[in-house]
């Protein structure tokens, strides 16, 4: 079946968001570059953590929250509760970023 496909990466360590509800941080990404139909649906996307150190150290990074054709949200904490919450701070220090696949089903 043929795709439309798209990819791509956000800036390291900029854009992350203090999560209130939780011990961590969440990023908005943004795919509109890929050029996904909104009347193909919700393209499967495929992420990974990108960053200089620690993404072994944190949950979440590869949940997909509230797709859209023009972007989804990803939520990281750090594996263990006990740990002082990830900060803005350090997914600037560490340069955290997703990486990005994204997929429609023409």
């Known amino acids: 079946m043929p795709t439309i ?7 390291p360590g900029q854009n992350w968001q203090t999560y ?3 011990p ?8 509109v570059s890929a050029g996904f139909s909104t009347a193909l649906g919700t393209p499967v996307y495929t992420i990974s953590l990108g960053g200089n150190e620690r993404m072994w ?3 979440g990074s590869s949940s ?3 797709p859209t054709v023009t972007g989804f949200r990803v939520y990281l904490r750090k594996l263990s509760l006990e740990e002082p919450a990830l900060t803005v701070s350090d997914a600037q220090q560490w340069n955290l970023h997703v990486n990005w696949i994204g997929a429609q089903t023409l």
């Open 20 to 22: 209130n509800d939780g």
């Open 5 to 11: 496909t798209g990819a791509g990466s956000t800036a």
């Open 57 to 59: 150290y944190l949950a």
């Open 24 to 31: 961590g941080i969440y990023l908005d990404v943004n795919t």
């Open 64 to 66: 997909v929250y509230a």
